[in-house]
């Protein structure tokens, strides 16, 4: 998937996966008829892509700062890579 948002060009086939939600439950790899990935591009750009399965519903791509990609990474159950792989850095210590 492709979108231009604000100027800057995300494609889901160049970017790398970060983490996402989907999982197979036996039967399909939907979550409630919604699914999200979280992205980073080869400039390190921060997107997610959310797919849908709701009639009326249309899939798209957000572009997100850093500080949204971090939280939208701690929501998502399934991680691709590592915190500092994904951010580069270590996250603080509670």
């Not at 970017?15 to 992205?39: F, P, S, V």
């Not at 080869?42 to 990609?69: C, H, I, P, Q």
């Not at 971090?70 to 603080?92: D, I, Q, Y």
Request: aromatic share 14%; glycine share 6%.
């Amino acid at each position: 998937m492709k979108a231009t948002i604000d100027g800057k060009r995300y494609n889901t086939e160049t970017a790398i996966l970060i983490a996402d939600d989907r999982y197979w439950d036996g039967h399909n790899w939907e979550r409630r008829g919604k699914n999200k990935y979280l992205y980073k591009t080869k400039k390190g750009n921060y997107f997610v892509m959310v797919t849908t399965l709701w009639a009326g519903e249309r899939d798209y791509l957000e572009s997100l700062s850093k500080e949204a990609a971090k939280r939208c990474f701690e929501n998502l159950p399934e991680h691709e890579m590592e915190w500092e792989v994904a951010f580069g850095e270590s996250p603080e210590e509670a």
